[in-house]
């Protein structure tokens, strides 16, 4: 009786907060153009760029590219940086004195996340298929997974460093346009980060592959442009589960001990440091 | 004088919201960062591309490592007035500003200067690191010289360049002014047209016509084109040229800036959006 009540308060809250996020977004379309800006535009110019240099087949890449930088810049700024800021508006301490699950908070803010991002991913997809179309052979089930699991594993890795991110003040925004850019880098948004045609140092290449990012580009170009079958990306796969299983994991160790932490300190709701 | 210390108050307002926040040292490697590794995945875009096509050159690598570079510095100005003034409301920094005798004009003046300070070392440092960890990668040098002279006209680009930056600082204070959500749009979408627009990674003539004309009446692009002349090239002739588009072309860009500036602040303060928290 009690494991379905909590059930239920862990569902319904999961449910609220991803239907604030979807509602904010699809009941002002405004959000879907701001959300656009950054990905469509640094694909296209990363696409010229393939295009400048004679190939532009591989202007393709740069478009994918861009379609994972709509859910990487919503984990970083909408996931990462969420919890500070509601700590900042006094939504966070009403979290904590009511019954619901943060876990709870943290997925649906996630599912919400991924619900709200897909309007500017697509939109990147089309118009960026329709300045720069590339031949593409996938196999649509095989993407579709590989799609979902890097997801997955992208939430898993935000709902970690949102834990973390409880740790700081103002310093967050900062962090943040650090981080972005250089796992955009080392993932390898626009260009194979690992593997063949990598840049990379080995050493890199491993660092490299700890990012769920970097493994999950990886797969989607060989889905989306190489041979589209399973057995090319299975290891892949595996991997990006095994990470969204242990970042989960990670995320949901690191607040229990901040969020204790903090009580004790009586820092969870220190707004300014 | 008052208008100076106007300026001067509000440049070092603009230099503690940027770096004092932690350490300045820290602070500095923070901010650089992302641009170096905006820059480097700049490079390895071309160097995957080119050398796939057996069409790499160290000539075009420099090319995209210092306009990917000087780029940074004109993305830095594009988010100045959102963080003055969108920013500012929120905060209500902005209308206390704005009651004061002297009017926003050189309050923006002086954050777009703190943001020149604090965003010209991290260029610098960001071309560095750019040049050596490309020629690791690579194992082609960049040809860029970093000599004395190349380093002066580089300095005397920038300098000449805060005309514009002041331009896009008033321009799009403009839109501040009236903003009170999405304040991040404009600025998003102006930094990502420029980095499109501006020859930061590629020459005009990429961009399909009529598209390949919209550089050449930018201001920015002639910076890149100085920058160029300055680190790449190393011309006199080609430096002089664009050094006087990019002065000329940023004087108007400027002129023009001040009175929409001027015109959307009396706009904004008769339909009370200057104290506006949410619309």
Known sequence: ?273 | MRLLKSIVASAWMGWQREMEWTNPILSLFIKTVAPTAAVLSAAIVYWFGSSSAGLFTPERLAYIIVGASIYGQVAAYAYVPTSAIAEGKWSNLYPQVYITPTSSIPYLAGRCLASFADSAPVIVISLFVSYYVSSALFGAVPLIYFSFDSVVMLAGTLIVSLPAALALGYLLGSYSVFVSRFEWALPSYVSGLLMIFSEALFPANVLPYPFSLIPGVLPFTYLMRASRAALIYQSWSLYLTSMGYLALGGTLFLATGVIAFNLAEKLARKRGFIDKKVM
């Open chain 1, 1 to 273: 009786m009690k494991l379905r009540l909590n059930l239920t308060l862990w569902y319904r809250t999961m449910y609220s907060r991803a239907w604030v996020r979807v509602r904010s977004t699809y009941g002002e379309p405004l959000w879907v153009a701001v959300n656009l800006a950054v990905p469509l535009l640094s694909s296209l110019a990363m696409a010229l760029l393939y295009s400048s240099t004679g190939l532009s087949k591989f202007a393709g890449f740069a478009i994918l590219g861009g379609v994972m930088l709509a859910f990487w810049g919503n984990v970083l700024w909408s996931m990462a940086s969420q919890f500070n800021w509601d700590k900042e508006v006094g939504i966070f301490e009403i979290y904590l004195i009511s019954p619901a699950p943060i876990s709870a908070v943290l997925v649906g803010m996630s599912l919400g996340g991924i619900l709200a991002t897909v309007p500017s991913a697509a939109l990147v997809t089309i118009i960026g298929w329709f300045f720069f179309p590339t031949p593409i052979n996938p196999s649509w089930t095989v993407v579709l997974l590989t799609f979902v699991l890097t997801l997955a594993s992208l939430y898993a890795l935000g709902m970690l460093l949102s834990s973390l991110y409880l740790a700081y003040g103002r310093e967050a925004e900062s962090l943040n346009n650090a981080i972005g850019e250089a796992i955009n880098l080392l993932s390898g948004l626009y260009f194979p980060a690992i593997g063949a045609g990598s840049p990379f140092p080995f050493a890199v290449q491993i660092v490299a592959s700890l990012i769920p990012l970097t493994i999950g580009m990886d797969a989607l170009r060989k889905a989306v442009f190489q041979t589209g079958n399973v057995s090319s990306v299975w290891f892949d796969l595996a991997l990006l589960a095994v990470m969204a299983m242990v970042l989960l994991f990670l995320g949901d160790k690191a607040l229990k001990a901040l969020e204790e932490r903090g009580r004790r300190q009586g820092t969870l709701v220190v707004r300014l440091k």
